[in-house]
C-alpha cells in the first residue's frame, strides 16, 4: 500500500506560480508512476502530468510548456511547478501512485487562482 501526502496549494493571483509536493509512504524505486490530476467543480479528474518510474514525463496537452512535473527519489517525492496559472487552473489537485497494481490517491490540495 502507498499512502500520498499532497501540499502546496493555495490562492494565487492570475500569472503566478505555485509548486506542489506529494510525499509517498514507501520508495519511489518500488512505484511505477506517479501523477498528478485535477478535479474543477461539476468537472471530471482528468490527468495534468505524469512522470514513469525512467523518469520520463507526459502532460495534458493544455498544461505543456506551464507545468513541470519532477520527482526527488531521496525524498519520495514528486513536485508539480505550475507557473503562468489561469483561473481555469482552479481545481482541486490530486496525486496519484500505481505500484504496478494499484491505483493509490492522496487527499488532494486546493488551488485556487484569482485576483
Known amino acids: 500500500q502507498v499512502q500520498l501526502v499532497e501540499s502546496g496549494g493555495g490562492l494565487v493571483q492570475p500569472g503566478g506560480s505555485l509548486r506542489l509536493s506529494c510525499v509517498a509512504s514507501?520508495?519511489?524505486?518500488?512505484?511505477?508512476?506517479m501523477g498528478w490530476y485535477r478535479q474543477a467543480p461539476g468537472k471530471e479528474r482528468e490527468l495534468v502530468a505524469q512522470?514513469?518510474?525512467?523518469?520520463?514525463?507526459n502532460y495534458a496537452d493544455s498544461e505543456k510548456g506551464r507545468f513541470t512535473i519532477s520527482g526527488d527519489n531521496a525524498k519520495n517525492t514528486v513536485y508539480l511547478q505550475m507557473n503562468s496559472l489561469k483561473p481555469d487552473d482552479t481545481a482541486v489537485y490530486y496525486c496519484?501512485?500505481?505500484?504496478?497494481?494499484?491505483?493509490?490517491w492522496g487527499q488532494g490540495t486546493q488551488v485556487t487562482v484569482s485576483s
Open positions: 514507501r520508495s519511489m524505486y518500488s512505484i511505477n508512476s
Open positions: 512522470i514513469h518510474k525512467d523518469g520520463s514525463p
Open positions: 496519484k501512485a500505481n505500484d504496478y497494481r494499484f491505483n493509490y
